[in-house]
């Protein structure tokens, strides 16, 4: 694969999407158009030589079947949301591979008929190859939200960034869609998240992180070419590390 140009940041990245993202401007469920704008910004920067490993929510699927899984016991609903990521993952992948980007699917639940078994050092080496790898599944196990799957994943990759696409560009002192007055943060630390309670992930995501040293960048997916331009360090994003300056 090409050799990353020096201007990007980093050189191996998870992109976390929230299964939102996908559903665009329907209530719930996949809407295809925006899985091909998602898949156009991931091949732009895996072209230029970006390792990169994704994690897709489940909550766009799963939110159709929320109402229904209100009585059930929370295990079976987790188990549920994990096959939810799994439609996903494989809808990405179709978006991608038709677009000419090598890709893979590894499911932390075992479903050999549509992906690989999530294997660490096999997913090392699909990366090493310049192929995309979307994680499945979350961690495999109830009572874990994706974003703590993204957060292991992230460091059993060794990724220098774990990337969070959102609907909007960044983390805020407020609400910015019910608060015109809140003001975006440029960086902030993993204790002032915790501290703070910013929900930008789960507490034990954030913290994990923290302890791997992992920076944490929040933007909006929704841009045309804004993954390109924070991993380059440019345009609107946050920054939460060990630092704030």
């Known amino acids: 694969m090409p050799e990353t140009p020096p201007e990007f940041r980093y ?3 998870l992109l976390k999407v929230s299964g939102e993202v996908l559903m ?6 996949i809407d295809m158009k925006t899985v091909a704008s998602v898949a156009e910004a991931v091949a732009a920067v895996s072209r230029e030589g970006v ?5 897709i929510g489940g909550g766009n699927i799963f939110r159709g079947l929320s109402k ?7 295990a079976t609903a987790d188990y549920m949301g994990m096959l939810a990521t799994v439609m996903n993952a494989l809808a990405m992948q179709a978006a991608l ?10 499911s932390a639940l075992t479903m050999n008929a549509v992906a690989e078994p999530y294997l660490r050092r096999r997913a090392l080496r699909h990366l090493e190859k310049g192929r995309v790898v979307i994680f499945a599944a979350g961690v495999g196990a109830p009572f874990f939200t994706t974003d703590s799957g993204a957060a292991l994943r992230a460091a059993e990759m060794g990724c220098d960034a774990l990337f969070k696409g959102t609907s909007v560009d960044g983390v805020y002192t407020a609400d910015p869609k019910k608060d015109p007055t809140a003001t975006r943060y440029d960086r902030l630390t993993y204790q002032e998240v915790l501290a703070q309670d910013l929900r930008v992930m789960d507490a034990s995501a954030v913290a994990l992180m923290r302890d791997s040293g992992i920076p944490i960048v929040v933007f909006s997916i929704r841009e045309e ?13 946050t920054v939460i590390g060990s630092q704030t300056s």
């Open 11 to 13: 050189k191996r990245v």
């Open 24 to 29: 665009g401007d329907q209530p719930y469920g």
């Open 51 to 55: 390792e990169i490993c994704l994690v």
């Open 68 to 74: 229904a899984a209100g009585d059930m016991e929370r």
């Open 97 to 106: 591979e038709k677009i000419g980007v090598q890709t893979r699917v590894q």
């Open 225 to 237: 070419g804004s993954f390109h331009r924070a991993l380059r360090g440019e345009g609107p994003f």
